[in-house]
């Protein structure tokens, strides 16, 4: 029985280096993407919070 194209894969290097380098842009998109979620978009302004919430207006 004569291999198909899939047979092949394991042994050739173009295909491992393709894979490889697939899998390294989604792992570091995936870190991109959870360090974004994780820090806050805005800064809070200290000043204006500590205005808005006193007790002398």
Excluded: C, K, N
């Excluded at 995936?30 to 800064?43: D, E, F, K, Y």
Aim: avoid cysteine.
């Amino acid at each position: 029985m004569d291999g198909t194209w899939l047979s092949h894969v394991p042994m050739d290097g173009t295909w491992i280096t393709l894979l490889t380098t697939i899998g390294a842009i989604g792992a570091v998109g995936t870190i991109a993407s959870l360090l974004r979620q994780r820090t806050p978009r805005i800064r809070i302004d200290v000043a204006r919070a500590a205005r808005g919430s006193s007790p002398a207006r």
